[in-house]
């Protein structure tokens, strides 16, 4: 009788190679990932973040502008921007090793350019802030920043009415060169100007005038304005009628 083979049980050992004489394991369906190939994967999903977080502070630099309009103030909105966009972009290059072409450069241009952005922030808008000064804006003349400002421009109306003409003594102060007529012989009469306005040492604004010969029932009114808030006004009558306005804005 032939014997028949035995069939393998649970606890033999592993069945070897006949070349090799080393166990033969079952593939493994799970390929782990190699150095190389881990770091591949990581930049990507840097960069991936890196563009849509760009992506998502430039939405919100847009959607700021288009809530605020006109008056917004681009230089501020840009520095921000610049600040966190160049701050993320140089940190998300220290994911890379300096061994790669123009990493070290890249990273060292965009924390320079993140920095300056930091120091544009802190002289135009937070040193006036803190020290209630002004700052020259792009056309020269001094503005406000975000926060308290000591300067800001106004239109200064000077008017005049009542009955007849009346001859002026003075309107002050006014823009450098510009002047207002010795008499006007039709009342009213309104001068408009543009002025800068210090809010702490705002000034005295001054209208003086009286009124040419007319009947000794004849009335005369001075008004100075600031941006529609009166900040003087006197009223006089009679055939000597003369008036003087003197205040400070608000």
């Known amino acids: 009788m032939i014997?028949?083979?035995?069939?393998?049980?649970?606890?033999?050992?592993?069945?070897?190679?006949?070349?090799?004489?080393?166990?033969?394991?079952?593939?493994?369906?799970?390929?782990?990932?190699?150095?190389?190939?881990?770091?591949?994967?990581?930049?990507?999903?840097?960069?991936?973040?890196?563009?849509?977080?760009?992506?998502?502070?430039?939405?919100?630099?847009?959607?700021?502008?288009?809530?605020?309009?006109?008056?917004?103030?681009?230089?501020?909105?840009?520095?921000?921007?610049?600040?966190?966009?160049?701050?993320?972009?140089?940190?998300?290059?220290?994911?890379?090793?300096?061994?790669?072409?123009?990493?070290?450069?890249?990273?060292?241009?965009?924390?320079?350019?993140?920095?300056?952005?930091?120091?544009?922030?802190?002289?135009?808008?937070?040193?006036?802030?803190?020290?209630?000064?002004?700052?020259?804006?792009?056309?020269?003349?001094?503005?406000?920043?975000p926060g308290v400002g000591t300067t800001r421009q106004a239109t200064v109306v000077y008017s005049l009415t009542g009955d007849g003409g009346a001859s002026i003594g003075a309107a002050s102060p006014l823009p450098s060169g510009e002047t207002v007529p010795a008499s006007v012989h039709q009342l009213p009469w309104d001068h408009p100007v543009q002025l800068t306005v210090n809010a702490k040492n705002p000034g005295l604004f001054t209208l003086i005038a009286s009124g040419l010969p007319v009947d000794d029932d004849s009335a005369l009114a001075c008004t100075i304005t600031v941006d529609g808030v009166v900040v003087a006004h006197d009223e006089s009558s009679g055939a000597h009628r003369s008036v003087f306005c003197s205040g400070k804005p608000q």
Do not use: C
Request: aromatic residues 8%.
């Open 3 to 145: 014997p028949e083979p035995r069939r393998p049980s649970p606890g033999d050992p592993p069945e070897r190679d006949a070349a090799s004489a080393t166990p033969v394991a079952a593939p493994d369906a799970r390929v782990a990932l190699s150095p190389g190939r881990r770091r591949s994967t990581r930049r990507v999903v840097v960069v991936v973040v890196v563009v849509v977080l760009g992506a998502v502070l430039l939405g919100t630099a847009v959607a700021v502008a288009v809530l605020l309009g006109p008056g917004l103030d681009l230089a501020f909105i840009g520095l921000i921007f610049g600040f966190l966009l160049f701050g993320v972009l140089s940190a998300a290059l220290r994911f890379f090793p300096d061994s790669l072409p123009l990493v070290p450069s890249a990273r060292r241009i965009l924390s320079f350019l993140s920095l300056a952005a930091l120091a544009g922030l802190l002289y135009l808008y937070v040193y006036p802030a803190v020290t209630h000064s002004s700052f020259a804006g792009p056309d020269g003349t001094y503005q406000n920043g």
